[in-house]
């Protein structure tokens, strides 16, 4: 077992986001979490990666609590963020910080995102947020496949990228160790259905539909 | 610590390109030009010339500007990071919470004291250019006292940037906490002395819990040991502490509180949801 979130609830100023949920995630689980906005998909995400103290229950990642055992958690964990965020750093030393902060090899970023048709070696001085919107997310997720990571979690990762990178991104996935478990949370299940053996809807904060595809 | 080192000098590279940086260094490395491009190093005011008029009036200067610039470049650190959903790919990394934070304090240290140590540095090579000795006493003391101050508003900046989850909600309370620390607080004093309510012991020990006041009466002691230019007040202050541990209290005081508001922003930072 990978990650397991038991009787999780949390709540935000008085509204329960997370409403009692279970939820397990095994070895070599690809799943696809779906639901409306407001469903509880990124609170749980963010639980899982240790940035919510859960109101109740309990979170574990390989056997450890995020929260108090952040680092080695995020060790075993990869994530790429919804929309890049405007990180002021320059591609440079955005590497530099995830090349020392993970055992990164940067070589196998520039590989990762050479694959993607992004050419990073041209460009480190530039600042990460004065890239277009689909190179700041290729490097992200170059980033996250280069992490050797046992869970990778992508929320809505293709968002900004046009068909072709999109076509690109889903190839890479097809080449992640079957060992290695991801997690999308996505609103087009038909985008990558080919690439998950599990779907969890959720809706109100629960849990009301997990089941092998 | 390689992730603490890490992160402090990265947001130093960060802050290094940012406009606010430029402006501020501008304001303290100009100010100090134009003091003596003016000639008020040559002018005496209450017995003060050369280079300790000049830097006098430096003094004045600072206690206006040091704290709120590093109030409102400081409390977007956090907060800042948090909205924008920087903080959330940052320590999406493994990097601990501990790193994290004072990796960032350390860093923005650098970046708010040098440029005001650099200030003071080229009003001393201007001062010796124009022929007057090397006071390195109190160059040495102005440089600890301008450390402290820094340092006070720094932990105060990263408290509220870490208790107070909205940039603009926290922008707005250090303007307030500067206002109040800078003017109100000696006002509502002041007002108190006249009416002859409270003991004016009491009145000079609250005014000497403002860090802005210790400063000021730090920094006037350099020059003036005796303290003549701030009255009466000099006596109750010199005959209770006397001018060396006036000097040392001026120091020290103002990193004991910046270090409890920096550990207790660390606190809230560990155990409040960090998004």
Not at chain 1, 147 to 163: G, M, R
Not at chain 2, 137 to 165: C, D, E, N, R, V
Not at chain 2, 196 to 219: K, Q
Not at chain 2, 231 to 255: E, Q
């Amino acid at each position: 077992m990978l990650a397991i979130a038991k009787n999780v609830t949390k709540s935000f100023m008085g509204t329960k986001v997370l409403d009692n949920v279970n939820l397990t995630i095994n070895q070599g689980d690809r799943i696809a979490m779906m639901g409306p906005n407001g469903a509880g998909k990124t609170t749980i995400v963010r639980a899982l990666l240790g940035f919510y103290h859960i109101d109740s229950g309990e979170i574990k990642v390989n056997g450890a609590d995020p929260i108090k055992n952040r680092v080695d958690v995020l060790k075993s964990i990869s994530f790429i963020p919804q929309l890049p965020p405007p990180v002021r750093l320059s591609i440079e030393e955005l590497l530099s910080f995830v090349e020392k902060s993970s055992d990164i090899s940067r070589e196998k970023i520039f590989e990762e995102s050479g694959r993607m048709d992004l050419d990073l070696k041209n460009q480190l001085n530039k600042p990460f947020f004065k890239l277009s919107g689909g190179m700041k997310q290729k490097l992200l997720i170059a980033i996250a496949l280069s992490k050797k990571s046992n869970l990778l979690i992508f929320d809505e990762p293709t968002a900004n990228l046009d068909p072709k990178g999109r076509e690109k991104f889903y190839e890479l996935l097809t080449e992640i160790d079957p060992a290695c478990s991801t997690l999308f949370i996505t609103h087009r299940l038909d985008e990558i259905e080919g690439l998950v053996n599990r779907k969890i809807y959720m809706d109100l904060g629960k849990v009301v539909e997990d089941e092998k595809i | 610590m390689k992730n603490l080192l890490l992160i402090a000098y990265l947001d130093v590279k960060e802050s290094l390109r940012s406009k606010w940086f430029y402006v501020y260094s501008v304001v303290f490395g100009g100010l100090m030009a134009l003091f003596f491009i003016t000639g008020v190093s040559d002018s005496v005011v209450m017995g003060f010339t050369g280079l300790s008029r000049m830097l006098l009036i430096f003094i004045q200067v600072t206690i206006i500007i040091l704290p709120i610039f590093i109030l409102i470049t400081t409390v977007k650190s956090i907060s800042g990071d948090r909205e924008s959903n920087v903080l959330e790919y940052m320590l999406s990394f493994p990097v601990s919470l501990k790193d994290y934070y004072w990796g960032k304090m350390l860093g923005r240290f650098a970046t708010v004291f040098l440029p005001v140590f650099l200030a003071l540095i080229l009003g001393v090579i201007f001062g010796l250019f124009k022929g007057g000795a090397l006071p390195w006493k109190m160059i040495f003391l102005y440089s600890a006292l301008l450390f402290s101050l820094s340092f006070i508003f720094l932990g105060l900046a990263f408290f509220l940037s870490t208790i107070l989850k909205s940039t603009d909600i926290a922008l707005g309370a250090s303007f307030v906490v500067w206002i109040a620390l800078l003017a109100f607080i000696d006002i509502a004093l002041m007002g108190l002395m006249l009416q002859n309510r409270v003991s004016d012991e009491l009145i000079i020990t609250l005014a000497m819990l403002n860090p802005i006041e210790v400063f000021r009466i730090g920094a006037i002691s350099l020059f003036d040991p005796e303290l003549t230019v701030i009255g009466p007040v000099a006596y109750y202050l010199l005959d209770t502490l006397g001018s060396v541990w006036l000097i040392i209290y001026a120091f020290v005081y103002p990193i004991v509180i910046g270090l409890i508001l920096a550990y207790l922003g660390y606190v809230a930072f560990r155990k409040k949801d960090l998004l």
